[in-house]
């Protein structure tokens, strides 16, 4: 009887609504890109987004530049509770495809960085361009979902303008930063209905507000190296009025939160240049010397007392440098700045009941999630944006 009924709903549906065969809901990179491989698949595919313009983060990445991909996408570039979980995408689409795509729709690109790919003329030819790849899918922007259902095989998605019927579903609804940009929870709530599990969310590629160093210091920028686990690299860091910011800052937070180890002049030997002046520069003051290498400003924080350099002891010499090399922020004084200014967030679905090859739900066939929803943030650099392209395009072949 059951089947007989299930039968009776397909058939009204089939004749008093469209049933599409793939809804996405989220029109940013992921969303667009699964949308585009769908329809090259001659798949009838409906796109859900409750904002007024497809791709909004997308036109204010890299500071409207759109830093697009990243020669250097890897594994050891992602965070979340599996970052593995990314591989078999980023192999699949890797960084030549995502510049092989930009060619063809004649988009040139600078490298700001090695490695580090920018539109030249900016995000708006790639969001012309994503849109474009997708113009075979309805688009119903300015629309919230209100309920998701899979009932009689079929997915029913119920929004403020219309209910949708679908056989394969798409969840493409981004993080939960920049709410600005108009974003929303329900990705998450999707994935809750069907079973799975959510991180918690929390922000990254972010500031933090710490008071280390004092707010003097605002507007200094600098090269510096950042410990943080066992990872370390040299970046940009900004001092401000609440704390730190920039490149160097932004890339540890999307990391575990550990004690940060700063590293104000990775490029130099403190100890051995202090000695040096000693010898060649006796009579100058510390800081005088310091601020060869640093603001004077900071120089000045680790020479108190300041004197000529002949005045002091190789031991009081080699502490100023061990303090320069590594200034300690612990965790407990840490706090990152909020989702509003955030970049993504770390958290989201989690990907133990996800399959990576597909990117198919292993809790409900025919559901599939794309993009920064799931639990995957890449580091500064274009990582992010890398992989909603590749875990999108992967969704869009496999719904």
């Not at 520069?281 to 800081?287: A, E, R």
């Not at 080699?318 to 706090?335: L, V």
Request: glycine share 8%.
């Amino acid at each position: 009887m059951a089947n007989f009924i299930d039968f009776l709903i397909i058939l009204f549906y089939n004749h008093n609504m469209k049933i599409y065969d793939v809804v996405i809901i989220g029109a940013g990179a992921a969303g667009l890109t699964a949308a585009a491989a769908a329809t090259e698949r001659n798949k009838s595919v409906a796109i859900i987004d409750m904002g007024k313009t497809p791709a909004r983060k997308v036109m204010a990445s890299g500071g409207g530049r759109c830093n697009f991909t990243n020669i250097n996408v890897n594994v050891n570039r992602y965070f979340g509770n599996n970052p593995d979980f990314v591989r078999s995408a980023i192999t699949r689409i890797n960084p030549q495809d995502i510049l092989n795509w930009a060619k063809k729709h004649n988009i040139t690109w600078v490298e700001k960085n090695p490695g580090q790919y920018f539109s030249e003329t900016g995000a708006a030819d790639i969001v012309k361009a994503i849109i474009k790849d997708a113009s075979k899918a309805d688009f119903f922007l300015e629309t919230q979902v209100l309920d998701t259902k899979f009932q009689s095989n079929l997915f029913h998605i119920t929004t403020n303008n219309k209910t949708f019927i679908a056989r394969s579903l798409i969840i493409a609804t981004g993080g939960i930063s920049f709410p600005a940009l108009t974003v929303s929870d329900y990705g998450y709530q999707i994935a809750k209905i069907f079973g799975h599990k959510i991180i918690p969310v929390r922000p990254a590629l972010c500031a933090i507000a710490t008071q280390i160093f004092p707010k003097n210091l605002a507007g200094i920028s600098l090269k510096v190296g950042i410990s943080i686990g066992h990872e370390k690299f040299i970046d940009s860091m900004l001092f401000t009025h609440f704390g730190l910011g920039g490149p160097a800052i932004y890339r540890a937070t999307v990391r575990d939160i550990t004690d940060i180890r700063i590293n104000l002049m990775p490029e130099v030997n403190v100890y051995d240049f202090l000695k040096d002046a000693k010898t060649t520069s006796g009579k100058k003051k510390v800081s005088s010397i310091l601020s060869e290498k640093l603001p004077i400003k900071l120089a000045k924080l680790f020479c108190p007392d300041d004197k000529n350099i002949a005045d002091y002891k190789d031991a009081e010499l080699r502490h100023i440098a061990d303090t320069i090399h590594d200034i300690i922020i612990p965790y407990q004084k840490i706090k990152l700045f909020s989702l509003k200014s955030a970049e993504v967030v770390r958290g989201g679905v989690d990907v133990t009941y996800i399959s990576s090859k597909t990117m198919e739900s292993k809790l409900q066939p025919g559901l599939f999630f794309a993009g920064e929803v799931l639990d995957i943030a890449g580091d500064l650099g274009g990582f992010n944006l890398h992989w909603a392209w590749a875990s999108g395009h992967i969704a869009g072949e496999n719904a």
